[in-house]
């Protein structure tokens, strides 16, 4: 029986805390690495129930393609984890995690060098945050959600 039938409402919040504890995970699931990027620099190893859940998530995704996959790599999904920016305050870490997305997608890549943002700054700067805020508030406006 899946965690979702057993409690639904409990899942979400899991979920809800692991992003909120995590920052990103960036999936590649056909080369089964999972990147993790993190403006505050947690570890991900803390807190063994997300890499369980995502690994069987990519075992559930390899079975349904009918993938094979040696012995030796059956157990062994790749980790990586990303320097990125780090935040300088407890309250960025969303826009964060936005803008590592929003950088990522721009540049159209499958995989995530773990010196991705070597050339970037420690952390975004105000006017970075702010203009990633704009582009939110644009794209809203122009969807006419609210």
């Known amino acids: 029986m899946s965690m979702w039938k057993l409690d639904p409402e409990n899942v979400k919040n899991y979920i809800v805390d ?4 995590f920052g990103l995970f960036a999936i590649n699931a056909v080369s089964e690495v999972i990147y993790y990027l993190d403006p505050v620099h947690g570890d991900y190893t803390n807190h063994p129930g997300i890499k369980t859940m995502l690994d069987t998530a990519l075992k559930v995704y390899r079975a349904q393609r009918g993938a094979k996959v040696s012995k030796q790599k059956s157990n062994n ?11 300088t305050n407890n309250i960025d870490c969303g826009y964060y995690v936005l803008r590592f997305m929003k950088e990522i997608v721009e540049k159209n890549k499958t995989i995530i ?3 991705y943002f070597a050339n970037s700054s420690p952390s975004y700067s105000e006017e970075d945050l702010m203009e990633l805020k704009e582009e939110w508030c644009q794209y809203v406006l ?4 609210i």
């Open 113 to 115: 060098p773990e010196t």
């Open 18 to 21: 692991i992003y909120i504890l």
């Open 77 to 87: 999904i790749t980790w990586i984890s990303i320097k990125c920016p780090r935040q």
């Open 142 to 145: 122009d969807m006419k959600i």
